[in-house]
Structure formats: structure tokens, C-alpha cells
């Protein structure tokens, strides 16, 4: 087992370190302690003076000795240097790999939890209030439905994902075969009215399971090796209608996320052996406020505000190679987002649905990863994004309602930044659904939505010089919708 230790550690006059490269996987170097040159040319953290807190798994002695080889004889100063080098190497990993979020949360709101909306790729998503939806999708909405409304969702996702390496790529190794995979996504949505004015709702939506998982010898390892995501989002939501026009909401989000992170680690020419793991969870809490403005009977438009999250997933760093365990902090920013929609009845039959997004994911600027009284910022580097959305609704008869639409996103990142964890360029969305009454107080309801998420072409110098693009990069989803009048 380790222990925790908390000491003091002054610079003696000369020691020597294992063999350490210059970082250049793109990690600032003003996140290191200052650095000293051996004789051999090589670089050391010099902790000189610093305070260190970590718990280091020891249960292999001599692969800790190796870390450090050359050790002053005095005992409590070997001591110390044990957790320094401890500490050095697990910074040293974390210099040389890339971590980030998975694809599944950044620079991608999935926001197909199997509502009726999906349907149309997310046009109007906003505007259109007509069931327990609404309550996710903009609270203000609810004003319009009368009585308690309960909607379940549920469906499937496949993702898609094979890499297509360049033949002069920096490292060696397969295409990592088909890293996606499927994954389930949930959801409920709930409005109760107190009032016809005022309006009570919650969401509870999951995506589980979402990963990308890439065999153990593809030529990005020593990038990712997998990574996956569990997410679960409660968002209670309160709507008042201030007059025949305007109606508004404000709610609150609290999301928990599990969070696993995989990759080999550390690159050559250290010994490219071992294999980094960061895994944890976290609580974090956001808010949303949202407007909706019916023109006419026939036409109206929402806006919705969402605040930024940010969760500190706390947990524990594993570095199988020389048998390291340190807890770690890594902080990851889900950016604010605006969204505009609209929504018009031509006439009985026919609607037109428009939306327009903005995420604020140049926020995404750094990954920060602590690990007792160190730690450091990976750069992402990323540019904002922005959603065109435009869709359909067509009724052949007045109990069924069909659906069509297409959706549009920048890429949040060029091929110089890009990482095989987030494989996305620019998305687009197509979409088909289905809505009917089966009762007076009941309609179900079927969606399917194809997203192609682009060759994610990557020149990454940084990444240990990752070349190549995704020959297959493609998200599947097919969701099913029960709304009941309560």
C-alpha cells in the first residue's frame, strides 16, 4: 500500500535523474517547476524548496529504485527523493500523453435523448412546446401545455469509428480497428401545472456507456488507448407566463459524471511499456434561463441560455509500468451556449423549423491535471462552434406527423490540434421521425438521426506526430417517445 507523506525537499548540490526528454506533446512548459541540466544534457523537475503531497504506490521497491539511481546516501533524504521522482514520473507521463474529454462531451452537445425533436436534427428545438419535452429543451414552453404531461424515452446509439493512418505517421502500429461501438440513451421529462401561469417541470436524461475503445497496438496509443463516459443530468425547471406573448424560465442543472481514461504511456524513447490510467467522478452544477415569444398562433420563437459547467474529476492516476498510484484532479470546461429557434405553421399540414446555436468551447482552452502539489495544462486550443438547423413537419392526416430535417456544425478544431480521443470536424445531422396518437391521452412516437461527424483529418506534431484520418466516422441513433396527458 502507499502512504502519504508531506515534507520539504532543498536541492542538494548534485544528483541525477532518469533519462528525460524535452516534453513535446504540447504541454505548456510554464506548467513544470523549474528545470536543471545533468551533465548528460538531460532535464529534471528541481522541485528545490517545494512542498509535495502524494501517495505513491510502492509495492515494487526496486522499480521505484530505478526512478531514482542514484540517491545520496542519507535516509530521510532517500526517502525524499523516492516521492520526488515518484512525483517527477507521474508528471513526466502526463507530459508526454494527451488527455482529454471523450467525444461524447466536447465540442458535441449530444442532446438525442429519444424527444420528438430529434426527429427534425434539432430545428426548433426551443420554439416548438408541444409535449413534456419542452421541459428539457426550453422550460419557458411549458406555459403552453395544459395539465400534467410525463414523457418516456429510450432508444440506441452506434458509433462508427475507424482510423485510417498515413503511411509516414510518428509511430508505428495498426489502424486500431472499430473503436466505437454502441451505447444506450435515456430519458424523462415531466411538466406539472400549478396554475395555467405558472409551470413546474423536470428532466432526467443518461447517455451510458458512450466510449471509444481502440485495440492495444494501433499506431495513436501513446494518445488514447480508450476512454469512456457515464452521465447522468437532473434539471428541475420553473415557467411563468408574464402575458398573452411572453413566457419565461429559469432551472437548474446538476449533472454527475464517471470518467475513465486509458492510454500507453510513456512514449519512446522512454520505454513505451506501461499504460496510464486516469479514472473519476465529480458533481458539478450549472444553471439555465429561457423565453419564449408566440408572434401569432401560428408562429413563434424561444431562446435559451445555458451556463457553463465545469467538473473536477477526482480520482486516482495508475502508471502500470513502474506501479504508481497518485489521486488526481482533472478539470474539464463545458462551455455556456446560446440558442435561437423558430417555429411557423404554413397552413394545417405543413411547419418550418429553424435554429441557430452558439457554444462558447474556446473556453475549452486547457485540460488541467493536478497530482498532489503538482500538476500541469494540456492545451486544446479550441475555436467556438455554431449549429444551423432546419427541418419539417408534414401531416398527411390530422393523427400523424411526420418529420425531416438537417443540422450543420463548425469543427470546434483543426487537424494541427486534433486528438484521436475527440475524432470530430465539422457535423451534420439527418434526421427522420414519426409522431401519432395511439389515444386521446397518449402518442407515441420513433425518431432515427445519422450524424456524420468528418474525416477528423489529424497532423498533430504534438501528439508524438499522429498522422491520418477517420475512413469511418459516423454516429446512429434510433429512439422511441411515450407522452401521456396526465
Known sequence: MGETSTTVYRKPKMYRAMNYPAASSGVSQSSFPRRQESRHENWIPAFAGMTHTASCGES??????????????????????????????????????VFTAPVWAGGLFITEFGHPNMGVAGAGTSAVANDASTAFLNGAGMTRLKGNHLMVSGG?????????????????????????????????????????????????????GAKLDYTATWTGRFQNRSVELF??????????????????????????????????????????????KIDGDDITTGFDVGALFEVSERTRIGVKYVSKLQPDFSGDLRISGPGITVGSDTTITFPQSVGTSIYHEINDQFALLGTFDWEDWSAFQNINISVGSGGLKIPRNWQDTYKFAGGIHYRPSPRWLLQAGFAYDTSPWGASNRTPDMPIGRQIRYAVGVQHPVRENLTVGAQFVYVDLGDAKINNVAAGGLKGKYSSNDLFILAFNANWKL
Open 231 to 276: 452521465t447522468v443530468t437532473f434539471n428541475p425547471e420553473i415557467a411563468v407566463r408574464l402575458n398573452k406573448w411572453i413566457s419565461v424560465s429559469a432551472g437548474l442543472q446538476v449533472m454527475y459524471a464517471d470518467l475513465t481514461l486509458k492510454v500507453k504511456g510513456p512514449p519512446p524513447p522512454v520505454s513505451g511499456t506501461g499504460q496510464v
Open 60 to 97: 515494487n521497491p526496486k522499480r521505484l529504485k530505478r526512478l531514482a539511481p542514484s540517491m545520496p546516501r542519507q535516509p530521510h533524504l532517500k526517502r525524499v527523493l523516492t516521492k520526488t521522482r515518484c512525483l517527477a514520473w507521474v508528471l513526466f507521463v502526463l507530459a508526454q500523453v
Open 156 to 208: 440506441l446509439g452506434y458509433a462508427n469509428v475507424q482510423f485510417d493512418p498515413a503511411s509516414d505517421t510518428g509511430v508505428g502500429g495498426d489502424s486500431g480497428g472499430q473503436a466505437g461501438g454502441p451505447f444506450p440513451i435515456l430519458g424523462t421529462f415531466y411538466v406539472h401545472s400549478l396554475t395555467d401561469d405558472v409551470k413546474l417541470g423536470a428532466s432526467l436524461t443518461s447517455i451510458s
